[in-house]
Each structure stands twice: as structure tokens, then as C-alpha cells.
């Protein structure tokens, strides 16, 4: 991970990026650098514009703005000439080609001699997990297998860019854990600027040195992950991520009223705002807030519980598993001086 990412103009640069289907405004003229060696995880619902940024700056995509890498503008170069390299949703390999044939396609296409080739295919089935798999038919692996071919291709032809769209949304949750295990040390023995799109909360924070986080086609918050999951720079990014229960406030001279009683607001101004209150800030017990317990998840070390506060509010907190069990009437204490109170 480098300081500074960009500061000095290495690595990708894009200025005031802007993506349009018709008039739709997919990306909405955003900025992002992303340094050599540095992983970038742009992460987001659903339709918020992060797969189009990444196909814009593969050169996939029309747009406006500038694209550079190296403080060098790239925006008018062919994708093939950019030298980066791309992974998609789905694995797309040659059904009737090997698995070293698959992945030595980009290094032959860039006129690798044979035998640098056969080297680094050989390098890279290691790298992803499968050695001497060279000679395997694609159509005899796994679906984790097949995905590991496809990253395997995709570092092949060492590119000084790394972009990632989604590359886990179609493997089970098993398989998913051991990729995310996985791609940190595939991406550190590439040295290559990652760019890698997700909207998958838990894989953004295990992979990324920073997290983007998208919304409606910008940027509502980018930082590293420890700083975006605690400190989220607004309600929806703490929604988002499950940072813990939104409620409304209104803050008045650095205090914000909220259903759990008065909170520090720092320096918001005054105004309405939100408070993000922690599962772990919650205990049940005596506090001055009552409900209902009214759902009940084992989730490993804790008992995830939601309880519904008469005051109208669910709240999310974590209990031991010896945790009521729905429909009982519970009180609740909030520690305050761990609420968040962050623009609404």
C-alpha cells in the first residue's frame, strides 16, 4: 500500500469521469487515482455506476473526461494498447482450449516467445492455486477452478493495471471466503494497481487499502477501510455498510437530539442529521428504552437481535446466545458516547 495514492502523478489518474446511456448520467463526473501496487475496491449498490467506471477506464466504454496513467493522457488508446488487464463476472474461457492454452492467450496475443510463455503459465497456475493444471480441458474443472483460470489469464501478461468486475458474485459463500483469502497474495506478487468492483461489504473491507463507496454514480466516501466502516461520512454509506442503527437527529449547538437521548455532534451544523449507533454500543438491560424482541440470528461468536423500541425505531444489537427469544419485552441501554452523528 502506498501514502499518498497519485500524489506524485504514478499510477491511474481520473478526472471528472462522466458515463451517460441516453440521459442517464451512470457516472457523474467523478474523480480517483489508484497508485502502483495499490488496491482500490469501488464498492456500491446495485445500478450505482462502479461496473461502468471500470469498463470506462478499460477503454470499453464512451466518455468525457481524462484518463491517465503516469501523468501520460491514455483516453484516446486502444484497450489492447493500455496495458491493463481485466477479470469479468464471468469466467469466459476457450471451451476449446486447455487450461494453459486459456491462460498464456494474452501473453501469445502480445507476441510472447513459446517458451516465456510456458514459464509464466506456469508461474501464474502456482500463483492462483493450481499448479500443474496446464493440461486440463476447461470443461473438466470446478466453477472456483474455472475462476481461478480466468484471474490466472488475466495477470498473465503482467499488466500494470488489475481491474476486477464482480469476479465472486457467482461462487458460493465457501468458495467466495477462500478467493478473498486468496487475492491479496495473488495481487501482491502481480505489483500491479488494483481496480476491483464488488458490492459485497465484508469482501471490500477484507480486500482494499481503500474503499470507494458509490452512489448514484459519485463518490460518498473514500478512505481506508478501517476509517470508512468507522467513521461513515454519511447515512446512507453507514447503512450501507451495516455500520449500525440509523435514526434521525437534530443537531443544536454541537448536541444532537435522538430517541436515544442527546449525543455529541462534534461540528455538524445545526440542522437535521443522523445517528449511527453501533450493535455493540447496545446491551440489553435497564437503560430507559423498551421493545420487543422481533427477529433472532446465530451468527457465530454473538446472537444477532433486533429489537423493535416502543419509541418506533428497530435497533441492532449483539447478545450472547443466551439471547431472548422473539416476542419478549426487553429494556435496552445505549452507551451514547459511542453514537456517530453524521450528515443525513
Avoid at 501496487?37 to 470499453?60: H, I, M, N, T
Avoid at 481503500?210 to 454514480?217: E, L, N, S, Y
Amino acid at each position: 500500500m502506498t501514502t499518498g495514492p497519485g500524489a506524485d502523478g504514478a499510477g491511474l489518474r481520473v478526472t471528472d469521469l462522466t458515463v451517460t446511456y441516453g440521459d442517464l448520467r451512470a457516472v457523474d463526473g467523478i474523480d480517483l487515482v489508484v497508485a502502483p501496487g495499490e488496491v482500490v475496491v469501488l464498492l456500491g449498490p446495485s445500478g450505482c455506476g462502479k461496473s461502468s467506471v471500470l469498463r470506462a477506464v478499460a477503454g470499453l466504454e464512451p466518455c468525457t473526461g481524462t484518463i491517465t496513467w503516469d501523468a501520460e493522457d491514455i483516453g484516446h488508446v486502444r484497450p489492447d494498447r493500455r496495458g491493463f488487464g481485466m477479470m469479468f463476472q464471468e469466467d469466459v474461457l476457450f471451451p476449446h482450449l486447455d487450461v494453459a492454452a486459456n491462460v498464456g492467450f494474452g501473453c501469445r496475443m502480445q507476441g510472447w516467445a513459446a517458451d516465456a510463455t510456458a514459464l509464466r503459465v506456469e508461474g501464474v497456475l502456482a500463483t492462483v492455486g493450481l499448479p500443474g493444471l496446464g493440461d486440463r480441458a476447461v470443461d473438466t474443472l470446478s466453477g472456483g477452478q474455472r475462476q481461478r483460470v480466468a484471474l490466472a489469464r488475466t495477470i498473465a501478461p503482467r499488466p500494470r493495471l488489475l481491474m476486477l468486475d464482480e469476479p465472486m458474485s457467482s461462487v458460493d459463500r465457501a468458495l467466495r471466503d477462500q478467493l478473498v483469502d486468496d487475492l491479496p497474495r495473488v495481487f501482491a506478487e502481480t505489483g500491479a494497481a488494483v481496480l476491483h468492483v464488488t458490492h459485497d461489504q465484508d469482501e471490500a473491507l477484507a480486500l482494499a487499502d481503500r474503499v470507494v463507496v458509490m452512489r448514484d454514480g459519485r463518490i460518498e466516501q473514500d478512505g481506508p477501510p478501517v476509517d470508512v466502516w468507522s467513521h461513515p461520512a454519511n447515512a446512507f454509506v453507514a447503512r450501507f455498510l451495516a455500520s449500525g442503527t440509523v435514526v434521525d437527529a437534530a443537531v443544536v449547538g454541537g448536541c444532537a437530539d435522538t430517541v436515544v437521548g442527546e449525543v455529541a455532534a462534534g461540528d455538524l451544523p445545526d440542522g437535521p442529521a443522523a445517528a449511527v449507533i453501533p450493535p455493540d454500543a447496545v446491551t440489553l438491560g435497564s437503560g430507559g428504552l423498551t421493545g420487543t424482541v422481533v427477529a433472532r440470528r446465530f451468527a457465530g461468536r454473538h446472537v444477532e437481535v433486533v429489537v423493535d423500541l416502543d419509541v418506533g425505531v428497530p435497533m441492532t444489537l449483539h447478545a450472547d446466545r443466551d439471547a431472548p427469544p422473539v416476542g419478549t419485552a426487553v429494556g435496552v441501554h445505549v452507551d451514547r458516547d459511542r453514537v456517530m452523528v453524521v450528515p443525513a
